[in-house]
């Protein structure tokens, strides 16, 4: 889908890498270490992908909480030597959050089992978000989820 | 331009005693799981040392699901040992709003400022 990733060393000494927006201004990819100060890092790239954007923007608030959320599993539940990449794209009425990690696949009983916690992110993403989906295998793991511009009600 | 780091406002937990009884944890800027674990210990730390914890995040512009974790752990600890608790909200729209989503603003005892939750005896 987005080979445009940067492959650099294993974890970059920065680690923001971005490598579609400057070719095309509505997408951005960045490949993130598997660390808690990633989550930051992600906020901070749908900052960059919607500089535009006022900064008390709803859609941009609540893109950047579930690209938080999002990110903060891959990072709890992936693998812990695996860069996890992060591909946003802009969409006319929605923005597309797809969180890929090369590690091992997530056991989504496992995944339940933990939900105490974990499941409150996934209520604040399952709130905000038309749908999301958990797709894993041998290939690794991809969280996506399609935010809309408007939530229903909203003018 | 996208790899100021300044541009994220970095998590900030300080901790005051504004009462004999009462702890005040004041939280400013983004909080997420890079700080959960020590807002967790700022939490603890200040419900052992008083009686009434108030946890202040007026001036937060960010927190997520694994900050509003730590709140609710500090509430029910709070009332297993029998201690008061307040949460002080007057803020950012995307925080309340992920408070509200979770569901959890009812179970926090929330007040609109430091002073009502000192005066709310």
């Known amino acids: 889908m987005n080979e445009r990733m940067t492959q650099g060393a294993k974890f970059p000494a ?75 794209t802009l969409h006319g009425d929605h923005a597309h959050v797809s969180i890929h990690n090369a590690g091992e696949p997530i056991d989504i009983t496992e995944l339940r089992r933990r939900r105490e916690d974990g499941g409150r992110g996934l209520d604040l993403v399952t709130a905000i978000a038309d749908r999301w989906g958990i797709d894993t295998g041998p290939g690794g793991t991809t969280i996506s989820a399609r935010v809309p511009r408007r939530l229903a009600g909203e003018t | 331009m996208m790899n100021d780091p300044s541009q994220i406002p970095e998590p900030r937990i300080q901790i005051s005693r504004p009462a004999p009884d009462a702890v005040l944890v004041s939280l400013g800027g983004e909080h997420d ?28 512009e960010f927190i997520d699901s694994s900050t509003i974790s730590a709140l609710l752990r500090a509430k029910n600890a709070a009332d297993a040992a029998g201690k008061r608790f307040n949460l002080v909200l007057g803020t950012a729209a995307i925080v309340e709003r992920a408070l509200d989503i979770s569901g959890v603003v009812p179970l926090l005892d929330v007040v609109a400022s430091v002073d009502a939750a000192l005066a709310a005896v």
């Open chain 1, 14 to 88: 920065a680690p923001l890498h971005h490598t579609g927006g400057m070719l095309d201004p509505s997408r951005v990819s960045v490949a993130l270490e598997p660390a808690p100060a990633s989550v930051a890092a992600a906020r901070r790239t749908v900052d960059a992908l919607l500089a535009d954007v006022d900064p008390s923007d709803e859609f941009r608030l609540r893109l950047r909480l579930v690209v938080s959320e999002l990110m903060t599993n891959a990072v709890v539940h992936g693998s812990p030597t695996s860069t996890i990449r992060l591909d946003l």
């Open chain 2, 33 to 60: 799981l890079s700080s959960s674990r020590d807002v967790e210990k700022a939490l603890t730390e200040s419900l052992e040392a008083g009686s009434h914890l108030i946890v202040n995040i007026s001036d937060t």
